[in-house]
């Protein structure tokens, strides 16, 4: 990506549009299919007059593949090879880039190619079928014999290039309807061999991030915060910071949420914010320790819910009783940290009319938000410069835009006439919240007199992540935040007498979406249970599973193909030497069905994962490689996090402070990771977050056979050594 | 506290305090952002340069310590293992997000330059402290291996 493409730019390209170059859909008068709604009236291609083609990107890109996949798209129905497409992060503009599962820009959920697939293939459409009209009537014939293929315009032995029609094309109605390819004809989409786009700015340390922002007259600013979740400050010193080099400035926030430190260099705020100290007011915050919370957490399962998520609680205690065994399970997960590589940063710049928002934006329409209510100025005048992002797992957008208020009230408190750029240090990461909630989850289990599961009570609590959030309206029913339950309400599995009953945590420690939301520990706890059921029946687990698939519906029959997959794949038949153990998980999540397999051994009770099988279901495989990278790095988010990852209070100060206490997954402890991809033709579904739900129960159920039922996160703190 | 510096084949002049790290000195002096900040505590392996040579964490390397030495960044590293490297990383599209890539190509590049044909177990141990967040590690092993064989054909 060479230049970002910012609003300005934008329109001013837009207006010489008709000298150089071609915007899809750019205009009132240049729009896909107006009268069917705001959707279409999106810009995603340009190309200029020597015939680059650049897609714009309406989502960021942390890693996921986003840019690369809307590329693929309009690449495919332009007959382009991918690698000939230029890409560019679109500008915040809720009309035109709007996600169309959210109505607003951003994203999440792992929604970017299944919202964005018709889009982008119709504009691509639209292109190739203008750009077609376009060449037929310069050559007066019939468009019909036109074909548009590599960026060449075909017909007889006249050729083209798109750059040279491009001008005339511009001025051509965008159809509202243009033909799109037969998935016959698909030579992109689902090519295994088209590589990522950004491949060269990654390995060449040429890719821009938030953190690599250096404006003129830029300055540095930390923020010094409470160390205790909810806590406020009551005064500070900063006479000790005038000592460091490129100091400029302590301010107090005026909320009470802390200190901003400003400094030349991000160093110098570092090391200045070091020399500053604070009293606090912790009489609203969060004070235990985590024993406590734990406790307290397994003691709500163990309580009268306060919301019923599902079924009926009398008629489920009445399936236990008749139940011919029951299975009883208790399970816990600490608070996660996303800990994305890149830590928290972003730079606001003042501008003509507003400002500039320089960020790895996840969430354009929460960041102009944010901006906009703090610097009070109207959002349209909050423009968005998005970088790539250096990894987010969910944390670079929150329901608060907490880094963005940050930004903004640092931008501001310094006057608003110079670029501040907020950066976090990674122990300001880890300390800072918004994390994966601690959970706990009480499950009884009733088995017939043949093994079949015949009532399933279900009790869990974590701290709401939607109430009170933008999306409240959307996820929250009769009390239920579905982000707590889901995996548990909606499961595949026909289990009569399901009851499920929620109650909600208070904690002040802030949480939010963690890769995979509620799947992260929801999808754990149902494939143990489902494991342990099997086990309890005496049955194979996958043919246990299989005997609770039989409704014959499109769900199951996904969910029991991806099982019938991961285990013909893995060989699941075969013996295993005494050293050896494997265990499956299947779980659906953001539309996509993912089993997979793990297989470990053990070594003087030292516990080495040897291989990873997966199969996954994802609808059409837009980019097989993609898919499979991002199962590869969903199943070693969601093992690495459950082997040794707890973020842990002591009288409510977060004890893990840098990578040594929150220590990541590293090369060596997944020796291989083999993904199956099930060819489909459904509409496209999520594929950034699907893989990581079911590993961690995958990887407990082959520590089952060693003989240790694991139940409480992390795996290392309770009883399992890895190697 | 002017200190001189060899970065990249170029002699620069850098006013920092001693004591200042070298990574701050690279990414807000002298602009060069291949070199990424991830943890400041040398456990991640994202500010990885090469000093003589050698693969060094530059958030734990003071300012003063290096002004004698050859420092390569990302941007300036040029030999044949990283002509092998680079491509053997878009031949199995290594990366995600990218912000770990630099200091794993870095290392990479440490560990081919020293042994050209490394085994799984040496490829693991060289390459275990820089961490990927997004999990690349099973390319990274295999980009490793992909680059010893270009090296070796």
């Known amino acids: 990506m060479t230049n970002h493409l910012s609003r300005r730019s934008f329109l001013k390209s837009a207006s010489a549009a008709a000298a150089a170059s071609l915007i899809i859909g750019f205009g009132p008068d240049k729009v896909l299919a107006a009268s069917d709604g705001i959707s279409e009236f999106t810009p995603f291609i340009r190309i200029s007059s020597d015939g680059v083609v650049t897609a714009i990107i309406k989502h960021f890109e942390c890693g996921q593949g986003a840019a690369t996949g809307l590329a693929t798209l309009i690449a495919e129905e332009m007959n382009m090879p991918l690698d000939q497409i230029e890409i560019e992060f679109a500008p915040a503009d809720g009309t035109r880039y709007a996600n169309l599962l959210f109505g607003s820009q951003g994203t999440g959920g792992s929604t970017s190619l299944a919202n964005s697939f018709m889009q982008y293939r119709t504009a691509g459409a639209a292109a190739r079928e203008m750009l077609i009209t376009a060449a037929a009537e310069q050559w007066g014939i019939s468009h019909e014999t036109v074909s548009l293929d590599n960026g060449q315009l075909i017909s007889g032995s006249n050729v083209l290039s798109i750059g040279d029609v491009a001008g005339n094309a511009a001025q051509l109605n965008v159809p509202a309807e243009p033909t799109l390819k037969d998935p016959s004809e698909f030579t992109v989409i689902g090519n295994p061999n088209t590589g990522r786009l950004d491949n060269a700015a990654k390995t060449t340390g040429t890719a821009q991030y938030a953190m690599d922002i250096h404006l003129d007259g830029q300055i540095a600013a930390v923020l010094l915060r409470s160390p205790r979740f909810g806590g406020t400050l009551v005064s500070m010193d900063d006479s000790a910071a005038s000592e460091i080099p490129g100091f400029i400035r302590a301010t107090e926030i005026p909320t009470g949420a802390g200190v901003v430190v400003y400094a030349q260099t991000t160093w110098a705020a570092f090391q200045a914010r070091m020399a500053i100290s604070a009293e606090w007011d912790f009489s609203n915050a969060e004070n235990r320790s985590s024993d406590q919370i734990k406790s307290d957490l397994l003691a709500a399962v163990n309580s009268e819910p306060e919301h019923h998520a599902k079924g009926d609680r009398t008629a489920t205690e009445e399936a236990l009783n008749n139940a011919t065994q029951i299975i009883e399970q208790e399970f816990f997960f600490p608070n996660l940290a996303h800990a994305p590589m890149e830590p928290l940063t972003c730079t606001i710049a003042p501008a003509e009319n507003g400002v500039v928002l320089y960020d790895g934006c996840q969430s354009p329409a929460g960041g102009q938000a944010a901006l906009s209510a703090v610097l009070q100025i109207p959002a349209e005048n909050v423009e968005v410069n998005t970088l790539y992002a250096g990894g987010s797992f969910g944390r670079r957008s929150t329901a608060t835009a907490d880094y963005h208020v940050e930004a903004a009230l640092a931008f501001a408190l310094n006057g608003g006439h110079q670029p501040v750029k907020l950066v976090w240090s990674r122990e300001d990461d880890l300390a800072g919240g918004y994390y994966r909630p601690a959970v706990a989850h009480k499950v009884r289990v009733g088995l017939d007199e043949n093994g079949k599961i015949s009532a399933w009570d279900h009790r869990t609590t974590s701290k709401s992540i939607f109430k009170g959030s933008p999306f409240e309206a959307f996820l929250v029913h009769n009390g239920v935040d579905h982000s707590s339950v889901e995996g548990i309400t909606d499961t595949l599995y026909d289990l009569p007498g399901q009851f499920v009953g929620l109650t909600d945590d208070k904690t002040p420690i802030t949480v939010s979406w963690w890769r995979s939301v509620g799947h992260s520990h929801t999808a754990f706890v149902m494939e143990c249970m489902m494991d342990m059921a099997a086990s309890a029946a005496e049955q194979d687990p996958i043919d246990y599973r299989l005997a609770h698939l039989t409704q014959g519906t499109s769900d199951q029959a996904r969910l029991a193909e991806v099982l019938r997959i991961a285990a013909e794949k893995s060989d699941w038949g075969r013996n295993l030497q005494n050293d050896r153990a494997r265990g499956i998980a299947v779980h659906k999540s953001f539309g996509t069905y993912v089993a997979e397999v793990v297989e470990i051994s053990q070594d003087d009770s030292y516990v080495q994962i040897e291989k990873v099988t997966c199969a996954v279901d994802c609808g059409v495989p837009v980019n097989p490689d993609v898919i499979k990278a991002q199962i590869e790095s969903g199943v070693g988010y969601g093992i690495g996090h459950a082997m040794r990852n707890e973020i842990t209070l002591t009288d409510g100060e977060v004890d893990q402070f840098n990578f040594p206490d929150y220590e990541p997954l590293r090369i060596n402890d997944i020796r291989a990771i083999e993904t199956h991809i099930v060819p489909s033709t459904e509409p496209p579904s999520g594929i950034g977050e699907p893989g990581t739900p079911p590993a961690s129960a995958a990887l407990a159920n082959a520590i089952a056979v060693l003989g240790m039922r694991v139940t409480h996160h992390p795996m290392n703190k309770n009883g399992v050594d890895f190697a | ?153």
């Open chain 2, 1 to 153: 506290m002017v200190t001189s510096l060899m970065i990249n084949g170029h002699r620069q002049e850098i006013d920092v305090p001693d004591g200042t790290p070298l990574l701050w000195v690279i990414r807000d002096e002298l602009k060069l952002t291949g070199t990424k900040f991830g943890c400041g505590v040398a456990s991640c392996g994202a500010c990885t340069v090469h000093i003589d040579g050698q693969p060094t964490r530059s958030c734990q390397t003071y300012i003063e310590d290096v002004s004698d030495a050859e420092i390569t960044t990302i941007e300036g590293v040029e030999s044949e293992v990283a002509g092998a490297v680079h491509q053997a990383w878009n031949e199995l599209s290594v990366v995600q997000c990218g912000y770990c890539q630099s200091g794993q190509i870095m290392s990479a590049i440490g560990l081919l330059t020293e042994n050209r044909t490394p085994s799984v177990e040496e490829i693991e141990n060289y390459m275990w402290g820089n961490a990927c967040r997004c999990a690349t590690y099973q390319r990274i092993r295999a980009a490793i291996q992909r680059a010893s064989e270009i090296l070796e054909a």
